[in-house]
C-alpha cells in the first residue's frame, strides 16, 4: 500500500490527466463533493477561483492510493475508510474533494482523492496548512494496514511515525 500525496496548482490539467482513458482501461469518478459542479473539470476551476481569495498557490492537495496488486484489492468501503483517515490525519476532513477510481489495462488499480485546500469555514478565507504530510500519511497507511490485515513493503511497516 503506498499512499503519495502532493500540493498542487493545475486543477485543469490534473483534471484532464485524470480523465484520460490512454493510460486506463476504466475510470469511475466516485465523488464530487463541495463544488456547485458535478465534474473535475467544473470543481478544479471553482477551487482555484476561490484560492484567489488567499495567497495560496498550490491549491489543491493530490493524494495516490496504490495497493499492493499481489495482495487482495481494496473494497470500495476500504478505499473510502482510507480517504477519510487521510483526510482527518492531514486535516482535511471537512474540505471540498473529488474521488477517482482507475483501473489500468493490466488490471492495477488505484485511487485519486483531490481536496481544495481551500478553507472557506471561518471568517477569513485561508489554505490549510499540511505539514509532514510524508509521515502522516505513511502513519495512515501502517493503521490501515494493521487493522485489515494488508502486508506494508518492509521500509514501511518498520518505520516509525509519531504523526
Same mark, same amino acid.
Given at each position: ?15 484532464? &490527466? ?31 477561483? &476561490? ?7 498550490? +491549491?489543491? +492537495? ?15 468501503? &476500504? +478505499? ?14 471537512? &474540505? ?20 481544495? #485546500? ?19 500519511? #505513511? ?25
Amino acid at each position: 500500500m503506498i499512499l503519495k500525496g502532493n500540493r498542487r496548482d493545475g486543477g485543469q490539467e490534473l483534471a484532464t &490527466q485524470l480523465l484520460n482513458e490512454d493510460n486506463n482501461q476504466r475510470i469511475d469518478i466516485l465523488e464530487v463533493r463541495g463544488a456547485i459542479a458535478d465534474d473535475l473539470h467544473g470543481a478544479f476551476e471553482e477551487w482555484e477561483a &476561490q484560492s484567489m481569495a488567499t495567497k495560496c498557490i498550490k +491549491y489543491l +492537495y493530490s493524494l495516490s492510493i496504490n495497493p499492493d496488486p499481489s495482495q487482495r484489492s481494496l473494497t470500495p468501503a &476500504q +478505499y473510502f475508510d482510507l480517504i477519510e483517515r487521510a483526510g482527518e490525519k492531514l486535516g482535511l476532513s471537512a &474540505q471540498p474533494r473529488a474521488v477517482v477510481f482507475h483501473v489500468h489495462s493490466d488490471g492495477r488499480e488505484h485511487c485519486h482523492v483531490v481536496w481544495s #485546500r481551500i478553507d472557506l469555514s471561518g471568517a477569513r478565507i485561508k489554505a490549510v496548512d499540511i505539514a509532514h504530510d510524508r509521515l502522516k500519511l #505513511r502513519a495512515v497507511a501502517q493503521e490501515f494496514a494493521r487493522d485489515h490485515g494488508i502486508t506494508l513493503p518492509a521500509g514501511m511497516k518498520n518505520m516509525k511515525s509519531d504523526f
